[in-house]
């Protein structure tokens, strides 16, 4: 056996899991990661992945791998900066264990992300909000269900693996100070997000169907265990386009459930509250993440604008002459 396979188990065993403590969402990342670059390396060297060793896996067929994942699999910049980040950091780690391939770890390490364009936030609207809280069919349990998610991750935030992991002894619904716990956020961060009189309410009923135990799911799958991402993101397709009959504006929103955690966000700013507020709320590590909803918000912009307007003016946007008035200036 090569060095390869013995130094990737401990990278994952010892480096990921007993040292830094990562989280399952981090390993299962970097897992899929060398899953996808040792069949590559497989098919392009015509090696057993248990015969693969380090020094094959030079700048060179890294690089390859990486333009592969862009043109082949159709991944994004992101997708393909984040898989390179994986690498590094198990090349990283060999470096200490296997100085004899120090050459070809540097060169490795020395690969750039690629730069990648910032797409503006997507949120929705008032009117599409409601749209949404009204689509699931409350007359059934999926339904009533399916609405307390949605009314508490369009009013809190939350992200969607936060809102799959909730147990009803997360919910703290006694005024003043009613809020839901946040127990394992991004970055292992714990916080309170509190909750308005209409989630409280929301939640106050869907507790009393619920009727479970502190420990139990608070929103849980027909097996009454948690459920996963992607059930989460199949209702929020599905009652979207429910919604989308009432409000044909949706239609052009790619709405997920990170768009309710924007939409949240964007609500909040609209009402006047101080951005570093936000980013508590949030659970964001520095403010620079939540500036983004500032560059979002055109109302912020129109504020702005009518700032600078030069003196003796009135305030607001040009609006040209239509119909007979416009013909009668063109004569």
Not at 18 to 25: D, I, T
Request: hydrophobic fraction near 35%; proline fraction near 6%; include cysteine.
């Amino acid at each position: 056996m090569t060095a390869l396979a013995p130094t990737l188990q401990a990278f994952f065993c010892d480096r990921l899991i007993k040292q830094r403590a990562a989280s399952p969402n981090t390993i299962a990342a970097y897992r899929d990661t060398f899953r996808l670059l040792i069949a590559y390396t497989t098919d392009h060297t015509n090696t057993d992945p248990s015969d693969l060793d380090i020094g094959q896996l030079d700048a060179t067929l890294i690089g390859g791998f990486l333009h592969h994942l862009e043109t082949e699999r159709h991944n994004s910049p992101s997708t393909r900066n984040t898989r390179l980040a994986a690498i590094r950091s198990f090349y990283k780690y060999a470096a200490h264990q296997h100085p004899e391939h120090a050459e070809t770890i540097q060169r490795v390490l020395t690969i750039p992300q690629k730069r990648t364009d910032r797409a503006t936030v997507s949120f929705l609207t008032r009117p599409e909000t409601e749209a949404l809280l009204a689509a699931p069919d409350t007359d059934t349990w999926c339904g009533r269900r399916d609405h307390t998610i949605l009314t508490v991750m369009t009013q809190t935030g939350l992200r969607v693996t936060e809102t799959t992991a909730l147990t009803i002894a997360d919910v703290q619904l006694d005024r003043p100070g009613a809020h839901i716990n946040i127990a394992h956020g991004k970055g292992r961060k714990q916080r309170a997000v509190p909750i308005s009189t209409a989630v409280i309410a929301v939640l106050g009923e869907w507790l009393r169907e619920r009727n479970g135990q502190p420990d139990d799911p608070l929103f849980p799958s027909g097996r009454r265990t948690h459920l996963s991402r992607d059930s989460i993101a199949h209702l929020v397709t599905k009652h979207t386009a429910t919604a989308a009959a009432r409000h044909p504006s949706l239609t052009t929103k790619n709405v997920t459930p990170h768009t309710l955690r924007h939409t949240c966000a964007m609500a909040l700013l609209q009402a006047g509250v101080d951005i570093t507020v936000i980013a508590l709320w949030l659970g964001h590590e520095t403010i620079e993440t939540t500036q983004i909803y500032m560059h979002a918000d055109m109302g912020t912009k129109e504020t702005a604008l009518n700032r600078t307007t030069p003196p003796n003016t009135s305030p607001g946007r040009y609006q040209p002459d239509t119909g007979t008035l416009a013909f009668l200036k063109n004569l």
